[in-house]
């Protein structure tokens, strides 16, 4: 008998095993065994299992709460603007993202959208889900003697305060690092996560100096560490006696050569703010420089500090063979900003005054628009 005449047979008789009384049951059992040529055991517990999903599949269970069609429309739409976000930074966005939605939602709607867990935003996005497997290229080459005057930073700084950055850039070369193509110059600070870019035509000493002058200026705090990989942008003389020879000298530390683990933040905000915005198409002509500073000065730097929440890694645990991390509740860089004792009130209330006559909903529909005229200008001169 094969096995699919015996799922049926199953099929067949289970309903009638289920309401059977116990003698009943003992001859469909022992007919069912004869049948089938299963073991006695074997043949109750199939039949017991069998009947236990007929009656789940029947019975009415929980009500399921998240069935509106308004719920599930603005979850996807904030997943797709937050650039396909985590579902737990995703619950931190919906009181940020909420009060600008375009579309009239019900109030309990909303009140489910306050309430929702990050487990049921992952159920209901789980159809949608799409992964990324492209990988960038390295263009990271060993400075000069310089190196030796930059210490290693041995020992993480203090985190909790304001003012320390990691630094690295991110080609934008395609599938070739011959030539002249735009890079992009990401920084971010450990304590915040607050982020700044600027686009830079080859990454020569000089242009990214000016562009670490320039993101220095619009920082919301002042700069009192600097670290960054081994790249000969980074290390050379003009920003050693830019840090170094001013009144409060900067924290000027570089990594261990290829080990990017040691720029764990910038490496992470390389992926989230620049990769997932621009891909990985080749950046070959110089006007486009102007374009991607345009947007990094602008929109991308609102949207990204004002309004979409990151995590921190508190503390890692090694229990046998398994990494166990736990992370901080996801929140914004401005956010951390404000909770920061280290920042002054006057500062926070003009942070606090910036955000409200900003809208989400409308920043990503310029970042979009912007991004999307980058990658054609792009493809033309392609």
């Not at 489910?112 to 889900?129: E, G, M, V």
Request: a positive charge; charged letters at 30%.
């Amino acid at each position: 008998m094969s096995n699919e005449s015996k799922q049926e047979y199953l099929s067949s008789i289970n309903e009638r095993y289920t309401k059977s009384s116990k003698k009943e049951k003992q001859k469909i059992l022992d007919e069912f065994c004869s049948t089938c040529g299963y073991n006695r055991k074997y043949a109750i517990r199939i039949l017991n299992t069998n009947s236990e999903k007929m009656v789940r599949k029947k019975g009415s269970g929980r009500k399921k709460k998240y069935l509106s069609e308004e719920l599930n429309a603005f979850l996807l739409k904030l997943w797709k603007v937050s650039n396909l976000a985590c579902s737990v930074r995703l619950k931190a966005m919906i009181p940020l993202w909420l009060p600008y939605y375009n579309q009239k939602l019900g109030e309990s709607t909303k009140d489910l959208l306050l309430s929702i867990s990050a487990s049921s935003i992952d159920r209901i996005l789980r159809s949608h889900r799409n992964r990324y497997s492209k990988l960038g290229l390295s263009t990271t080459k060993p400075g000069s003697l310089i190196r030796k005057q930059i210490p290693i930073k041995t020992a993480q700084w203090d985190e909790s305060r304001p003012g320390f950055i990691e630094a690295d850039t991110v080609a934008h070369c395609g599938n070739s690092v011959a030539g002249m193509f735009v890079y992009s110059l990401n920084t971010v600070d450990i304590a915040t996560g607050w982020s700044e870019a600027r686009a830079l035509w080859g990454k020569g000493q000089k242009v990214a100096f000016e562009a670490i002058r320039s993101i220095e200026g619009v920082f919301p705090f002042k700069l009192l560490g600097f670290d960054s990989d081994n790249g000969g942008e980074f290390i050379n003389w003009h920003l050693y006696s830019y840090f170094l020879k001013r009144k409060r000298p900067v924290s000027y530390t570089r990594s261990r050569a290829y080990q990017k683990n040691d720029n764990a933040h910038i490496e992470g905000k390389n992926w989230t703010n620049i990769r997932q915005y621009f891909g990985y198409m080749r950046f070959e002509n110089e006007e486009i420089v102007s374009l991607m500073n345009d947007l990094y000065e602008n929109e991308w730097s609102l949207l990204i500090n004002y309004f979409l929440p990151s995590m921190k890694l508190l503390n890692k645990e090694r229990v046998g063979g398994r990494v166990i991390k736990k992370h901080s509740p996801p929140k914004t860089p401005l956010q951390r900003l404000i909770d920061s004792k280290r920042i002054t009130e006057r500062k926070k209330k003009e942070l606090l005054k910036i955000s409200k006559d900003l809208n989400p909903f409308q920043l990503q529909k310029r970042v979009e628009k912007k991004i999307k005229n980058i990658l054609n200008y792009a493809k033309r001169i392609n």
